[in-house]
């Protein structure tokens, strides 16, 4: 019997990068098909070529042996292909029934028939067992309902191959368990699957065959049976790998920061931090932990002055420093990585030199008169990209032409270099490759040795069970436990994260 | 006695109301359009213009206000296609080229004006509706048209899919909502609405058309746009309102107020409505952003 | 080393480069106005050469075309102070009017100073009031993110209003459709008070202001900190707000300064031209003028400057265009289709599609080559 999908030889190239490069698939019928590569290997790409959303340069796409031209979605539709987004694909005002039949409504002449949609809804989410309420809006439902409901939506089209992107990013690891089975079940009654996913440990306990992608090109595809975490990642990244963090015993000395009764709102008005404790010291990463939504964003706004703090105490060096302005939280010596480094982080518009004073723009070092020094301002930014290894070929050049990576360590060369007192790194490290990875997470080290605090804030557990020497869970705008990172394991920190107290996991 | 006098009042400002209130409720319902699939229409206002100097210049080369109306509608809809052409396939700032249509319009108009009258400042008269009971046809047209947009917008599949599109355009584009020909289609609608409304002005209530008599309707639409929430009833309330507004001028030169003032009025009003001290409105998502496919 | 001329160069050439596509732009709107004429049948050679006859053809002209090229400096730096701050002030043409009236009122109440004194306080008078009109937006715009194309729409309306209230009854002239006169020591010095070839034209000093504003906000935008920080909340408000920039504060300073330009030409414009303010019945257009202009120098001080006079040269050119047989009008048209292309950016995709294809050949290459 032909594979059900197969694609030969697919090519596609964007600007100065070639994400696909003569790219060999084979997906078996019923099997769990792992892609696996780092950010930026062109998994994502390859995935929506599948799905219609990109053309290839060259190469052709075989369904269960007959050749297809998938020009668009709905072609990829009609064939039995269905894709769940790593971004959800929700439109929020919209009512769970709504963002399911989008694109395919039941109709009554020429008015939309919803008691029917509503009826389908409701049989489909029966039959496969996947709970959601077809009337909720999906601005006020959960998350994990949010991914059913995008799972859903394949299934009403009939997709008999789920593609799924990242899924486990915005889960706990019990959420994590749960989609494994709905997978499993799935596949019992006759589906495949591919999953797109950059962590190994999901490789092992979800998948039956792994495809390793790296710059573009199939490095190999092997049986999830055959090999193992180390293997894997060594062919994800070209070389051998420490998976472990290198760092030597903390040396801790008073807080610097300092955090009492903490409450803030989030933009729809509803608390998202709900009485918050916390100190870190200096010399020490503590890591806070949690699924994506319970507060951490709001908490990491309140402490730099970007949002109001409604109730409680913020001190840095014993100095307080609640609600006050960004520009004197700044001048106080916090340094931020943001968590969205094209939102926050830089002026992408601006060029290297012009964003390494964001910040410090308006201090006199930068002036010459009633003017700013562009002549010390490029000399500044000339040094950060040495010291910090920016691949760029000058200081002039904009912020948007710059590789994520390079953009990335622009702000952790522009935030580290004020020498900050406290460091607030949020995500430090999403959407990176593996080199730039490293860099940021021994550029935290050496300022936790150097008794400066830092406070990490990451949804890859595995980043803060490495770097932190004590973790924080955050869960529901609280926080429901802190570790000592060598007491800390990920099934601890899972039930944390989704609710339970360290005690329950014995 | 007093009774009689105070009814009369109240009738005739509510009727003028309605009639100041017509070629609001064209552009307003065009513009809804245009803004729940996520493009902007500052061009409201030129393609009023247009549309009511085709409608009398159509009038006036066959005698009749009919062709004068279809004259209307198919230039706003092609005007309406200029804009869309540069928002969506140029991914042109939407407000930079609604501007460059008004410019374009009123310049364009002055010009044919000459041209075909040999005068600047306004046509002869010409073949026009005539009212039928106390308003004409383009009245009882536009609240049709309340009735019709609603009705499209919320119980029909392609009003789901222009909703989507406006929140959301990646959402509809991975279901196969084909995001570009909705944009275009509702903007084209847009063009037309107002082209009409620009008609309902012309060849409405007067037989004429006139530098300037556009007067920043247009505008004032797209504030009883977000004023009444992006809702085809609630933005026909809302033209109602500035069209009382309008009619006060008419009945208040009693009123101990400079003149001046009660000109103002409308424009006033206008910006209490939009700044939000009657009430927060946030439009669709996606408003005024192009959308390119294939971005991460 | 960074040597000062190195710096310099740079500036020069980025400056050409911003100006290029416009450039461009204006070349092919040229030509597309040239067709327009001809389909119309007449000479667009004849056209474009009484155009810049009637505008450039003596010293008198030149002036004149100078009078109009003035305020279009101006409202054009005016809209690109603004849009440097991604705000759109389509207001500057109330902001016009105010200083205009402004200017008058002033000019007409201090009298008895001498007559330096007096025109500064006069121009100051102008300025302030176009500033605190457009702050009117500004502080819409920060303070409960009201639209500032809409609000200044309406105050543009407002403004008209205003000015002829203040025409009608407190600079009144009893019987005339116009307000009073101002004093002779508010006036700016004429070219004609001087100089022989420019007897019959009215061009005054106050092009050398608006060429000194330009050089002004130049620097302000691209040279300081309050520069840096409305650049940056224009291209990126939440990462200047990350920065410790305060987004309100410099929404409401760009519309303020936007407005002190507007303020400024309408200043100019009474006591350098009308010493009085008629009654309107329509909006002068300057202001939608000036968006032109600035589309067309690109947002750029500089280009905003070459802009003006290109524009001052078109409508200059038209009165002598109909002495040849074709409609000024066409003026118009031709400013209308320049917007667009401009406005498509139609000649920066057409240069990015060309790079792209060029890019995508490169990239293919070098993973042959690796």
């Known amino acids: ?76 539709i009609s064939h039995g292909i269905g894709m769940v987004h790593q971004h959800f694909m929700l439109v929020q005002p919209f009512t769970v029934t709504e963002n399911i039949i989008l694109g395919k409504e039941p109709r009554k002449g020429t008015t939309l028939d919803l008691d029917k949609a509503i009826k389908d809804v409701e049989e489909i989410s029966m039959k496969y067992e ?52 709905i997978l499993r079940s799935l596949v019992d009654q006759g589906k495949s699957i591919i999953l797109i996913t950059h962590k190994l440990k999901e490789v ?18 092997l049986n999830t049976k055959d090999t193992n975490i180390d293997e894997l990642a060594e062919k994800m990244v070209g070389r051998k790998v420490s998976l472990t963090v290198e760092k030597k015993e903390a040396e801790v000395s008073a807080p610097i920061l300092e955090i009492k009764g903490l409450r803030v709102l989030d933009n729809r008005k509803l608390e998202a931090v709900k009485g918050i404790d916390l100190q870190v010291h200096g010399g020490e990463i503590l890591g806070i932990a949690g699924v994506d939504g319970n507060g951490q964003s709001e908490l990491v706004q309140a402490i730099t002055g970007l949002s109001k703090a409604e109730a409680g105490e913020i001190l840095l060096n014993g100095k307080e420093i609640t609600n006050l302005t960004p520009k004197e939280v700044i001048a106080s010596g916090v340094g931020h990585i943001p968590e969205d480094r094209h939102k926050r982080g830089l002026v992408l518009g601006y060029s290297l030199s012009e964003n390494s004073i964001l910040g410090s723009h308006y201090l006199n070092q930068f002036r010459q008169g009633l003017g700013l020094n562009y002549h010390k301002i490029r000399e500044y930014c000339r040094r950060l990209i040495k010291e910090y290894d920016i691949r ?91 570790l000592d990172a060598k007491d800390a394991n990920e099934k601890k920190l899972g039930i944390m994260m989704a609710g339970g107290s360290a005690q329950d996991a014995v | ?73 198919v230039v706003g809809g092609l005007f309406g296609l200029l804009l869309a052409f540069m928002s969506i396939y140029f991914k042109a700032n939407q407000v930079i080229v609604g501007t460059a249509i008004n410019i374009l319009a009123a310049s364009l108009t002055t010009f044919l004006l000459v041209e075909i009258w040999g005068r600047p400042g306004q046509t002869d008269n010409v073949e026009y509706f005539k009212a039928v009971g106390p308003f004409n046809l383009f009245t009882y047209l536009a609240f049709a048209l309340v009735i019709v947009s609603y009705y499209v ?62 007067a920043g309707k247009g505008f004032i639409a797209l504030a009883a746009l977000i004023f009444g929430k992006w809702n085809p009833i609630g933005a026909a309330l809302a033209c109602l309102f500035f069209g009382f507004a309008v009619a006060l001028e008419t009945v208040a030169t009693n009123l101990p107020v400079p003149r001046e003032f009660l000109y103002a009025l409308p424009y006033i009003m206008t910006m209490f409505a939009v700044s939000g001290f009657v009430g927060r409105s946030v439009g669709p998502a996606a408003g005024g952003i192009p959308y390119e496919k294939g971005e991460k | 080393m960074e040597s000062g001329m190195n710096e310099f160069k740079e500036g020069l050439l980025n400056t050409l480069k911003e100006i290029a596509y416009p450039l461009v732009a204006i070349f092919i709107s040229v030509i597309a106005g040239g067709i327009l004429v001809y389909s119309f049948g007449n000479n667009p050679i004849i056209a474009y050469t009484a155009m810049i006859k009637g505008s450039l053809g003596d010293w008198n002209k030149f002036g004149e075309t100078m009078v109009t090229v003035t305020p279009l400096i101006l409202t054009g730096l005016s809209i690109t102070f603004a849009f440097k701050c991604n705000l ?19 000019g007409t109440a201090f009298t008895g100073l001498p007559a330096i004194l007096h025109l500064t306080l006069t121009l100051l008078a102008g300025t302030a009031a176009g500033g605190l009109w457009a702050s009117v937006i500004g502080w819409l715009k920060a303070k409960v993110g009201s639209h500032e194309v809409i609000n200044g729409i309406m105050m543009n309306y407002i403004a008209m209003y205003t ?170 048209i031709i400013q209308g289709i320049i917007i667009l292309f401009v406005a498509a950016n139609f000649v920066k995709v057409v240069m990015e599609n060309i790079k792209l294809n060029r890019d995508l050949k490169r990239a293919a290459v070098q993973e042959e080559v690796e």
């Open chain 1, 1 to 76: 019997m032909p594979a059900v999908i197969e694609m030969k030889g697919i090519s596609k190239s964007f600007p100065g990068i070639r994400a696909n490069d003569n790219i060999n698939l084979k997906i078996e019928q019923g099997e769990i098909h792992v892609l696996l590569g780092e950010n930026g290997a062109g998994k994502s790409t390859l995935m929506n070529i599948l799905y219609g959303l990109y053309q290839p340069d060259e190469g052709q796409i075989f369904i269960k042996g007959k050749p297809v031209a998938i020009i668009n979605p709905n072609v990829a």
């Open chain 1, 130 to 181: 996947l709970k959601v309420d077809p009337r909720a809006v999906v601005q006020d439902i959960s998350v994990g309902m949010q991914q059913r409901v995008e799972i859903l939506k394949t299934l009403y089209r009939g997709a008999e191959i789920l593609i799924l992107d990242e899924p486990t990013a915005v889960l706990t690891p019990q959420e994590i368990e749960e989609l494994c089975v």
């Open chain 1, 204 to 221: 092992m306990s979800m998948s039956d065959k792994v495809t390793i992608i790296r710059r573009g090109k199939v490095i190999d595809t």
């Open chain 1, 392 to 482: 760029t070929p000058n200081e002039r050049v904009l912020a948007k032409s710059l590789s994520g990576g390079n953009q990335q360590k622009l702000i952790v060369a522009r935030e580290i270099d004020r020498d900050p007192s406290l460091c607030i790194a949020s995500q430090p490290t999403r959407g990176l490759d593996v080199g730039a990875i490293e860099f940021v997470h021994k550029k935290l080290i050496e300022l936790r040795d150097e008794g400066k605090a830092v406070l990490l804030v990451s949804l890859e557990l595995d980043e803060i069970m490495d770097l932190s020497d004590r973790i924080a869970v955050m869960y529901d705008g609280r926080i429901v436990g802190i």
């Open chain 2, 1 to 73: 006695m007093e009774g009689v006098g105070i009814l009369t009042i109240l009738g005739i400002i509510v009727t003028a109301s309605i009639r100041s209130a017509t070629p609001l409720i064209f552009a307003a319902l065009g513009g809804n359009f245009s803004e729940r699939s996520g493009v902007f229409n500052i061009g409201l206002e030129g393609i009023m213009t247009v549309g009511a100097f085709s409608a009398v210049f159509f009038s006036y080369k066959t005698g009749s206000p009919w062709t004068g109306l279809l004259g209307a509608m």
């Open chain 2, 153 to 214: 917008m919320y119980k029909t599949p392609f009003g789901l899919r222009v909703r989507a599109v406006g929140e959301h355009p990646r959402a509809a584009d991975t279901l196969g909502v084909n995001v570009y020909v909705i944009r275009y289609i509702c903007v084209i609608i847009s063009g037309v609405l107002a082209g009409i409304g620009g008609a309902s002005l012309s060849i409405g209530s007067m037989s004429l058309f006139k530098e300037g008599m556009i």
């Open chain 3, 88 to 106: 759109f002030n389509i207001g500057v043409e109330g902001q016009f009017i105010i200083g205009a009236i402004a200017a008058v009122w002033a």
């Open chain 3, 163 to 332: 000015s002829n209230f203040l025409v009608r009854t407190a600079l009144n002239i009893p019987g005339k459709a116009y307000s009073v006169e101002i004093a002779d020591t508010a006036k700016l010095w004429r070219f004609s008070q001087g100089f022989e070839q420019f007897k019959h034209s009215r061009m005054h000093i106050g092009i050398f202001l608006a060429l000194i504003a330009a050089l002004a906000a130049y620097y302000i935008l691209n040279k300081t900190v309050r520069g840096y920080e409305i650049r940056a909340v224009g291209l990126n408000p939440h990462a200047a707000e990350y920065g410790g920039i305060s987004v309100r504060k410099n929404i409401i300073l760009s519309m303020i300064v936007s407005g002190l330009f507007a303020g400024l030409a309408g200043a100019i414009m009474t006591t350098g031209v009308q010493y009085r303010v008629n009654n309107l019945f329509g909006f002068t257009g300057y202001g939608l003028d000036g968006i032109a202009v600035a589309l067309v120098g690109n947002n750029h001080p500089i280009g905003v400057i070459l802009s003006a006079f290109l524009f001052g040269v078109m409508q200059k050119g038209g009165p002598l265009m109909q002495i040849q047989g074709i409609p000024k009008e066409v003026v118009g």
